[in-house]
């Protein structure tokens, strides 16, 4: 099969467009996957780049859409011909944390793309518990695009935040993958949403899917003007770590949450501890989400009510540059490559 593969971990230049890969091998209870679409995630970054766990070679892509081609003699509920997405974590379906809801705190938790082989493929193969139909209102491309951030951002606001009707939430990048997606969240359950952007065209698309005020952050004081929209805000959903923490403790109201969902900007932030106290601030890390709230999360995508946003639609032989690209932040919304026809 043809596929991108990851040999050695570096920059973009190590993404090797192969011909002739080898074909993912079928167990009992796997499905393999036509793969349609995947979507990039940062998180391909870091993988590409060097994280624990990851083994070489691997093939990137956690967020997959495709067709079913092939199915273990023990499965079930799909067949030849089903089109399908693939949950972009999975977990043992036995352990506590999975039988609690918390799968994403499983041992076991497999992500496509980062523990195993993903998407950046024309076939790849998982099993039956990580498949689930692709929502038919959406195209290949479009469904490929949801899986990851929409279900990290219902995590994040509807689980952990709890976001209730009328409070401010603030979305740091609005044309990340969490940033497109957790504005909307944040909006359809009935919250204020303030949106940061580094680049002015982004400005009129953010306030397209839904944000009430947009910040240039590049040219404006985001804690000053957050003062003077809101006061402060209930909810801070930050993805970019070192350089936004100290600014995230000062704009957070009494007994806000500081939701953590990354470090894009670096690792360690500087927390000044006196406001986590006097503030009784809380800080919650999130990681994915649940299998269940996948489920939920794609019934309002389904009903229109959350929708996709698409930046642009790319070839397998392109994922160097969607690298590039996404690394620039030249994007506004899901990055996709398309496989196949
Ligand atoms: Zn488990």
């Known amino acids: 099969m043809r596929a991108v593969v990851v040999f050695e971990h570096g920059g973009p230049e190590v993404l090797s467009l192969v ?29 590409r780049e060097g994280l624990p766990g990851v083994v070489l070679p691997r093939i990137l892509g956690s967020d997959i859409s495709g067709v079913v081609k092939e199915v273990g003699v023990g499965v079930e509920r799909f067949k030849p011909g089903d089109e399908v997405i693939v949950a972009p974590g999975y977990g043992c379906g036995v352990c506590e944390f999975c039988l609690s809801g918390r799968e994403s705190l499983c041992s076991e938790y497999t992500m496509p793309g980062y523990h195993v082989d993903g998407g950046y493929a024309e076939l790849t193969v998982h099993p039956e518990r990580a498949i689930l139909p692709k929502p038919s209102s ?6 490929a695009s949801v899986p990851l951030v929409f279900l990290t951002s219902w995590h994040m606001l509807r689980t952990l935040a709890d976001v209730r009707e009328g409070q401010w939430v603030l979305v740091w990048g ?5 940033g497109i997606s957790s504005i909307q969240i944040a909006k359809m359950l009935g919250a204020n949403v303030i949106a940061t952007v580094g680049d002015d ?20 004081d985001v804690v000053s003007k957050i003062r003077e929209i809101a006061g402060g805000v209930d909810v801070v959903i930050d993805s970019v770590g070192r350089d936004t923490w100290p600014k995230d403790l000062k704009v957070l109201r009494k007994g806000g949450k500081l939701i953590s969902v990354g ?79």
């Not at 065209?201 to 952050?217: L, N, P, S, T």
């Not at 690298?323 to 496989?339: C, D, N, Q, Y």
């Open 201 to 220: 065209w982004k400005i009129e698309k953010a306030y397209e899917i839904g944000a009430d005020h947009v910040i240039q952050r590049r040219r404006e």
């Open 138 to 143: 959406l195209t290949f491309e479009e469904a």
């Open 174 to 178: 609005a044309g990340s993958g969490v």
């Open 19 to 47: 011909e002739d890969y080898r074909d993912p091998e079928v167990g009992p209870r796997d499905v393999l996957v036509e793969v349609r679409a995947t979507a990039l995630n940062h998180l391909d970054i870091w993988v």
């Open 263 to 341: 470090a894009t900007s670096g690792p360690e932030a500087e927390v000044d501890v006196r406001y986590v106290f006097a503030k009784q601030i809380s800080i919650i890390g999130a990681y994915m989400g649940s299998r269940a709230e996948l489920m939920e999360v794609l019934k309002f995508i389904e009903r229109g009510k959350l929708k996709p946003v698409i930046d642009s639609v790319l070839e397998l032989e392109d994922a160097k540059f969607a690298h590039e690209k996404m690394e620039r932040s030249e994007m506004f919304g899901k990055i996709i490559l398309a496989t196949g026809d």
